[in-house]
């Protein structure tokens, strides 16, 4: 039924977002407590790859909305 395809492009929505978003908090709270040395030679490289799946991952939502919007408006 619509309901459950909302479900079901809610739940990957929200799958995506924890799964790009927590990486970054992960690092984030490694700068918070390991030396500064740490910061310089992971966090800037890794920060930029971070980024950009986080950017990919809101662009992939935009396209779920999209292709969902009418029973998404239904429901």
């Known amino acids: 039924?619509?309901?459950?395809?909302?479900?079901?492009m809610m739940t990957?929505?929200?799958?995506?977002?924890?799964?790009?978003e927590m990486p970054q908090s992960?690092?984030?709270?490694?700068?918070?407590f390991l030396p500064s040395g740490f910061r310089a030679n992971i966090v800037d490289r890794l920060g930029n790859i971070l980024m950009t799946i986080l950017?990919?991952?809101?662009?992939c939502n935009l396209f779920f909305y999209l292709s969902m919007s009418r029973k998404f408006k239904e429901v």
Not at 12 to 20: A, E, F
């Open 1 to 8: 039924s619509a309901e459950d395809r909302v479900t079901r």
């Open 12 to 20: 990957v929505i929200l799958v995506m977002t924890i799964c790009s």
């Open 26 to 32: 992960v690092l984030n709270f490694l700068v918070a």
């Open 55 to 59: 950017m990919i991952t809101s662009a």
